[in-house]
């Protein structure tokens, strides 16, 4: 790989000769050569500017210059028969800089010329010439949100990161798998070194315990922490089938989460808590209700009771009622997309009550021969689509609904929270097992004509599970 680097301050770029750079131009794996853009002019002051034509402040560097300094590099001869060649041009207006960027300039090209701007910048016509050159590509890059004072910075930074990435140029090339913005697609974890205590601060254990599969896994635990406290766009952006069921557990502490079954390419996603809908997107709710409340009914029941009761108690109207009325709290979960993909419906009791009652059995005799006293909500509906089941995305819900529920009735004495689920539904006994509720009797729930059996389950309201 050859570097061409066109400045009006080649000094400024003496430090390539310095470190891993300096090292493998020497041995021949990279060739860097500086020049300084002055030599290409012909007046008595080494004119590289003039004033911007149309007016405004500052100067812009002549394309006159820089056109016959850049032709001199562009007819080198880098070793190879049609070498692909980049102009990059450093501006805050380019491209951000990346990682995949640098992988890929190092892998297909032979020959990169960087054209370190000052001042307002260069002549637009050079980019757009060496543009039009069919074995010229032109990349205008930028390192970040922030204006330097010209490209010289920039320059270094491609070069390093380019070079180090050359075959032959860094002797453990497996140490650029872990790094921050290597193929894992994670910020790299943090690293220690001896004196293992130092002012008080001691390397975390595990990592002298000589265990190496654990070390690999709380690697990858604060690699995944890092990344999604720092770089969420790097989480948006991970392949969700590549995660296993540990990476979901770290992640979904940040609020990430992926169906438990992701397609190839799926990406993580963030949900949104939807609090106070309106009754524009009762017709959300109603959808999502009708496609999962089958999903919970005993096999045996009658398809023509499933849809009398969903008629009766999930059409869109019926969810507008739930979103106006104060004795009902309803709690959605939306992708990023904004698709309803989980909710919740409690119904509160007005007063020392117990709400739902008059949906069964009286479970207010059940509950009171226990332990608990105290108003009773019922979580009337607790819901996630299909494919988010097993996600871990029930108890981002649970603790929504906990946590909204709590503000709700902060002045009463030890509220509960109770359930009624059916027997035969083992799944869901054992999803509101680990959200924290138990067993606390049972009770008839009628559907149609038919008179089913329900396990009740209740819990306390603090956000514990
Ligand atoms: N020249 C001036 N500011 C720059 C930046 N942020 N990135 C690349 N080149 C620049």
Same mark, same amino acid.
Request: hydrophobic letters at 40%; aromatic letters at 8%; a negative charge.
């Given at each position: 790989?050859?570097?061409?680097?066109?400045?009006?301050?080649?000094?400024?770029?003496?430090?390539?000769?310095?470190?891993?750079?300096?090292?493998?131009?020497?041995?021949?794996?990279?060739?860097?050569?500086?020049?300084?853009?002055?030599?290409?002019?012909?007046?008595?002051?080494?004119?590289?500017?003039?004033?911007?034509?149309?007016?405004?402040?500052?100067?812009?560097?002549?394309?006159?210059?820089?056109?016959?300094?850049?032709?001199?590099?562009?007819?080198?001869?880098?070793?190879?028969?049609?070498?692909?060649?980049?102009?990059?041009?450093?501006?805050?207006?380019?491209?951000?800089?990346?990682?995949?960027?640098?992988?890929?300039?190092?892998?297909?090209?032979?020959?990169?010329?960087?054209?370190?701007?000052?001042?307002?910048?260069?002549?637009?016509?050079?980019?757009?010439?060496?543009?039009? !050159?069919?074995?010229?590509? =032109?990349? %205008?890059? *930028?390192?970040?949100?922030? +204006?330097?004072?010209?490209?010289?910075?920039? $320059?270094?930074?491609?070069?390093?990161?380019?070079?180090?990435?050359?075959?032959?140029?860094?002797?453990?090339?497996?140490?650029?798998?872990?790094?921050?913005?290597?193929?894992?697609?994670?910020?790299?974890?943090?690293?220690?070194?001896?004196?293992?205590?130092?002012?008080?601060?001691?390397?975390?254990?595990?990592?002298?315990?000589?265990?190496?599969?654990?070390?690999?896994?709380?690697?990858?635990?604060?690699?995944?922490?890092?990344?999604?406290?720092?770089?969420?766009?790097?989480?948006?952006?991970?392949?969700?089938?590549?995660?296993?069921?540990?990476?979901?557990?770290?992640?979904?502490?940040?609020?990430?989460?992926?169906?438990?079954?992701?397609?190839?390419?799926? !990406?993580?996603?963030?949900? =949104?808590? %939807?609090? *106070?809908?309106?009754?524009? +997107?009762?017709?959300?709710?109603?959808?999502? $209700?009708?496609?999962?409340?089958?999903?919970?009914?005993?096999?045996?029941?009658?398809?023509?009771?499933?849809?009398?009761?969903?008629?009766?108690?999930?059409?869109?109207?019926?969810?507008?009622?739930?979103?106006?009325?104060?004795?009902?709290?309803?709690?959605?979960?939306?992708?990023?997309?904004?698709?309803?993909?989980?909710?919740?419906?409690?119904?509160?009791?007005?007063?020392?009550?117990?709400?739902?009652?008059?949906?069964?059995?009286?479970?207010?005799?059940?509950?009171?021969?226990?332990?608990?006293?105290?108003?009773?909500?019922?979580?009337?509906?607790?819901?996630?689509?299909?494919?988010?089941?097993?996600?871990?995305?029930?108890?981002?819900?649970?603790?929504?609904?906990?946590?909204?529920?709590?503000?709700?009735?902060?002045?009463?004495?030890?509220?509960?929270?109770?359930?009624?689920?059916?027997?035969?539904?083992?799944?869901?006994?054992?999803?509101?097992?680990?959200?924290?509720?138990?067993?606390?009797?049972?009770?008839?729930?009628?559907?149609?004509?038919?008179?089913?059996?329900?396990?009740?389950?209740?819990?306390?309201?603090?956000?514990?599970?």
């Amino acid at each position: 790989m050859r570097f061409d680097i066109f400045s009006v301050f080649p000094s400024y770029l003496n430090s390539l000769q310095l470190s891993l750079v300096g090292k493998a131009s020497v041995a021949g794996a990279i060739d860097v050569q500086v020049h300084d853009l002055r030599d290409w002019t012909t007046d008595k002051h080494r004119t590289v500017d003039d004033t911007p034509v149309g007016g405004g402040a500052g100067m812009v560097m002549r394309a006159d210059i820089w056109g016959k300094a850049l032709d001199t590099a562009f007819v080198e001869d880098v070793g190879v028969e049609n070498p692909r060649r980049i102009l990059a041009i450093p501006t805050p207006a380019g491209h951000p800089l990346t990682q995949e960027i640098c992988v890929d300039l190092a892998e297909r090209c032979d020959q990169i010329v960087i054209a370190c701007g000052r001042y307002e910048g260069i002549d637009s016509r050079v980019a757009t010439h060496y543009d039009s !050159h069919d074995d010229i590509e =032109v990349f %205008e890059y *930028s390192l970040g949100d922030y +204006v330097l004072n010209g490209g010289e910075v920039a $320059a270094l930074a491609l070069v390093e990161a380019v070079a180090r990435l050359v075959p032959g140029v860094i002797g453990n090339p497996e140490s650029l798998v872990e790094e921050s913005h290597g193929s894992a697609g994670l910020l790299e974890y943090p690293n220690y070194t001896r004196p293992l205590d130092w002012r008080g601060e001691s390397v975390p254990p595990i990592l002298t315990s000589g265990d190496h599969g654990r070390v690999a896994r709380w690697r990858r635990d604060e690699a995944l922490r890092k990344t999604a406290l720092r770089r969420p766009d790097m989480i948006a952006a991970l392949d969700a089938s590549t995660l296993d069921r540990r990476d979901r557990a770290v992640l979904g502490q940040y609020g990430w989460y992926w169906p438990k079954n992701p397609d190839v390419g799926a !990406h993580p996603v963030r949900p =949104v808590t %939807e609090l *106070s809908a309106t009754p524009e +997107v009762a017709s959300h709710y109603s959808e999502l $209700a009708r496609r999962t409340f089958p999903d919970a009914c005993p096999q045996d029941m009658l398809a023509s009771d499933i849809d009398a009761f969903m008629d009766a108690h999930l059409g869109r109207d019926m969810f507008t009622t739930y979103m106006e009325s104060a004795d009902w709290l309803l709690i959605g979960l939306r992708d990023t997309r904004g698709a309803l993909i989980a909710y919740s419906l409690s119904s509160i009791p007005d007063g020392d009550g117990v709400a739902g009652e008059e949906d069964g059995a009286p479970v207010d005799t059940v509950l009171a021969a226990g332990p608990r006293k105290g108003p009773l909500i019922e979580l009337s509906k607790f819901y996630l689509d299909r494919q988010w089941r097993g996600s871990g995305l029930a108890g981002m819900l649970m603790t929504a609904t906990l946590e909204e529920l709590s503000s709700r009735v902060r002045e009463w004495e030890r509220p509960y929270l109770w359930l009624g689920t059916n027997t035969g539904n083992k799944r869901a006994r054992s999803l509101y097992t680990k959200l924290g509720f138990e067993k606390v009797g049972n009770r008839h729930f009628t559907v149609g004509e038919q008179n089913n059996d329900d396990i009740v389950m209740a819990r306390t309201l603090d956000v514990t599970y």
